[in-house]
């Protein structure tokens, strides 16, 4: 059932598709840049929290629908909020990247 919820995230989600966009390119600066374990650890982190709220979030999304067919204040509270989480996630993975990859690209430049 789980990889049956990767398909549906990667086939229903735009986000996801650019979250998976993201991940490939980072992963091939890591290698690229022969990053660090440390540095992998945490790039690993961002990605899996990223996808992890992600998916929680498309999950919230698709109940909020079903249950609620109308508008409802509290479930476009709870669906911002979700959406908020990745958001959240996302940007703190680029300040991450920002921090492990800008050195060594400067290292390039000198």
């Not at 992600?54 to 709870?78: G, M, P, R, T």
Request: proline residues 1%; hydrophobic residues 65%.
């Amino acid at each position: 059932y789980a990889f049956n919820g990767f398909k549906i995230l990667l086939i229903n989600e735009h986000n996801a598709r650019i979250h998976l966009v993201a991940t490939v390119v980072t992963v091939i600066a890591g290698f690229y840049f022969d990053i660090s374990k440390v540095e992998w650890m945490i790039v690993l982190l961002c990605i899996g929290a990223v996808f992890a709220l992600e998916i929680i979030n498309s999950a919230i999304e698709n109940l909020a629908d079903l249950v609620c067919q109308e508008k409802n204040e509290y479930v476009k509270k709870a669906k911002d909020l979700a959406a908020a989480a990745v958001l959240t996630a996302a940007f703190v993975s680029v300040i991450i990247a920002l921090i492990i990859f800008i050195p060594k690209i400067m290292m390039l430049w000198f």
